[in-house]
Antibody
Framework: QVQLVQSGAEVKKPGASVKVSCKAS????????INWVRQATGQGLEWMGW????????GYAQKFQGRVTMTRNTSISTAYMELSSLRSEDTAVYYC???????????????WGQGTLVTVSS | DIVMTQSPDSLAVSLGERATINCKSS????????????LAWYQQKPGQPPKLLIY???TRESGVPDRFSGSGSGTDFTLTISSLQAEDVAVYYC????????FGPGTKVDIK
């Protein structure tokens, strides 16, 4: 069965960076884009960007351009999302999700990771 | 960017009764070349990630009970739960994928 398993919770200071991992299993990792979506506590869902595991190509939401980097290691079927220059407003649960139906920018998300809480606090 | 809105913010429905959630996009998400609406619905229970319920505005994802249905076209869409069950208590989000993905603010469904 398809599974996306994310790394554990992180606590970071303002200005630091965080790198979250997402290990895929149950399907061919290189066949589907991995997207990242975040959710502040009690808030809605915010799409951050996509990464094509086959090519390594990426596309980021304008809001996160320059601060986010999405990468992968195909040998271990794992995707990564690194967010830099963290501020308190970045405190949220970060989800990886598999993109389906359309091309990279125009997808729905059929499988999700369990989420990783990133807390930014001094 | 396409802005999604939902109404109501929350609703309480008796078990077995109908729940209706509305979603509106700031511009049409109907792609004329294939006549498909690029609109999806998700269900999120506390402490869990979202679950895909419906895509193309009205196509149920595999395994989703048929009491969930989606309708609408262009800019106005509806998610209907025909007979609310206790396990349907959740927040429901619409999402457009006509352009870079964006979600509605969510509608919380509770039992009356």
């Amino acid at each position: 069965q398809v599974q996306l398993v994310q790394s554990g919770a992180e606590v970071k200071k303002p200005g630091a960076s965080v790198k979250v991992s997402c290990k895929a299993s149950g399907y061919t990792f290189t066949s589907y884009d991995i997207n990242w979506v975040r959710q502040a506590t009690g808030q809605g869902l915010e799409w951050m960007g996509w990464m094509n595991p086959n090519s390594g190509n990426t596309g980021y939401a304008q809001k996160f351009q320059g601060r986010v980097t999405m990468t992968r290691n195909t040998s271990i079927s794992t995707a990564y999302m690194e967010l830099s220059s963290l501020r308190s407003e970045d405190t949220a649960v970060y989800y990886c999700a598999r993109g389906v139906l359309g091309s990279s920018w125009y997808v729905v998300f059929d499988y999700w990771g369990q989420g990783t809480l990133v807390t930014v606090s001094s | 960017d396409i802005v999604m809105t939902q109404s109501p913010d929350s609703l309480a429905v008796s078990l077995g009764e109908r729940a209706t959630i509305n979603c509106k996009s700031s511009q049409s998400v109907l792609y004329s070349s294939n006549n498909k609406n690029y609109l999806a619905w998700y269900q999120q229970k506390p402490g869990q990630p979202p679950k895909l319920l419906i895509y193309w505005a009205s196509t149920r994802e595999s395994g989703v009970p048929d009491r969930f249905s989606g309708s609408g076209s262009g800019t106005d869409f509806t998610l209907t739960i025909s007979s609310l069950q206790a396990e349907d208590v959740a927040v429901y989000y619409c999402q457009q994928y006509y352009s870079t993905p964006s979600f509605g603010p969510g509608t919380k469904v509770d039992i009356k």
